[in-house]
């Protein structure tokens, strides 16, 4: 059963820093591209990060800079360090992964952690 586990949000002021945990059962984060996404109030869900199994990162245009995502592997976990924080970035933050199997794929998404950036 796979499943992820987001904490690490919280209030926070323009300037500061977050730093969020995605903590993943049922996978292995390193053989799988581990993605963030993000929803505002009233917004489509967005994407902000992605980690490939390579290790190689991508990284929404107004993040760049930024943010920065990362994995440990020993602890089959997902990071995203969040630094310059603006109140635009106020969202409940998604941990993502997409499987394949025997040609399906599958779509598994945490429960969110909110972040909430104060001016």
């Known amino acids: 059963q796979v499943q992820l586990v987001e904490s690490g949000g919280g209030l926070v002021q323009a300037g500061g820093s977050l730093r969020l945990v995605c903590a993943a059962s049922g996978i292995t984060v390193s053989s799988n591209a581990m993605y963030w996404y993000r929803q505002a109030p009233g917004k489509q869900r967005e994407f902000i990060a992605i980690i490939s199994r390579g290790g190689s990162t991508d990284y929404r245009d107004s993040v760049k800079g930024r943010f920065t995502i990362s994995r440990d592997n020993a602890k089959n976990t997902v990071y995203l360090q969040m630094n310059s924080l603006k109140p635009e970035d106020t969202a409940v933050y998604y941990c993502?992964?997409?499987?394949?199997?025997?040609?399906?794929?599958?779509?598994?998404w945490g429960q969110g952690t909110q972040v909430t950036v104060s001016s």
């Open positions: 993502y992964v997409r499987l394949v199997r025997s040609s399906v794929s599958d779509d598994y």
